[in-house]
């Protein structure tokens, strides 16, 4: 990959013509079966998009390894590039007609996200970043909020699919946040849920237990936009960690300090 704008201008058309798969596809979404948890749901959709999105990368980008939700793919930290892919980033609200699902596509280099493209279809919104480029909503430029206080601040989290059955569930954080956040949200959807910090609407994002395609694009569009993001223990921010807290950078150490204090109290596996 020649740099990261380039990176950047192939994801932004790949991921629009897998928008424009999807658009409309909620209508027919199809036979539904479950992967590794009865939550944890794919669609014909899902394989649909992947296969499109992989052949266009591989057109655009020869002989960058790709890593998908639906293709596999091991993600590896480095070195050189890596594209990871969410085809249906949400397919839970997809496949129940509820429009908060998007398709993400990111180049990370060496471990890092350098680019990132995010596209809602059924909403119409797009986000994209690359490193030292800015970040955007469609062609617009857009900030993180300016809340400095956390019992001010939105945030918005996601559960794994084996809550019901594994201990690191998040119900201890989600609960100990709704006491000391303004408020909280869950909306489905982790690769939204961090562009909706990058643009200001919510304030901070926490998650863990989470694959690394829901993260790696949201990570470099917050980032630029003049947000925080960590792992959950504050140390860098990896996707394939599998966790992450984003932020406004105003509130960041707050909430870091608050997932630490519940953490003191429980075992966490």
């Known amino acids: 990959m020649k740099d990261d704008a380039d990176a950047l201008a ?6 629009a013509e897998a928008a424009a798969l999807l658009r409309g596809a ?3 979404v199809g036979p539904v079966r479950s ?3 009865l939550r944890d749901l794919v669609t014909e959709w899902d394989t649909r998009s992947e296969e499109l999105i992989r052949r266009r ?3 655009l980008a020869p002989g960058v390894p790709i890593v998908g939700e639906e293709g596999g793919g091991a993600v590896h930290p480095g070195p050189g590039d890596l594209w990871l892919v969410d085809p249906i980033d949400g397919t839970v609200n997809f496949s129940h007609g509820l429009p908060l699902w998007a398709v993400a596509i990111s180049l990370e280099r060496d471990g890092e996200p350098v680019a990132g493209v995010v596209v809602a279809p059924a909403l119409d919104w797009e986000f994209h970043a690359a490193v030292g480029g800015g970040a955007f909503s469609g062609d ?3 900030h993180v909020s300016t809340v400095t206080r956390l019992d001010h601040a939105v945030l918005v989290t996601g559960f794994p699919y084996d809550r019901a059955t594994h201990p690191a569930n998040n119900f201890a954080e989600w609960e100990h946040f709704q006491r000391r956040a303004g408020a909280c949200r869950r909306l489905g959807a982790a690769s939204l849920d961090m562009c909706m910090v990058a643009r200001g609407w919510l304030d901070g994002y926490w998650e863990s237990r989470i694959q690394p395609w829901d993260l790696s694009a949201g990570a470099v569009i917050v980032r630029e936009a003049g947000g925080t993001v960590t792992a959950i223990d504050g140390g860098p921010f990896r996707s394939q960690r599998g ?4 932020s406004n950078g105003a509130i960041h150490e707050d909430i870091l300090a608050e997932l630490a204090a519940v953490r003191a109290r429980m075992t966490v596996p």
């Open 10 to 15: 192939i994801a932004r058309t790949v991921a």
């Open 140 to 142: 617009r430029p857009m």
């Open 57 to 59: 990368l591989q057109a």
């Open 243 to 246: 966790d992450a807290v984003a």
């Open 26 to 28: 909620q209508d027919q």
């Open 35 to 37: 992967k590794s948890s």
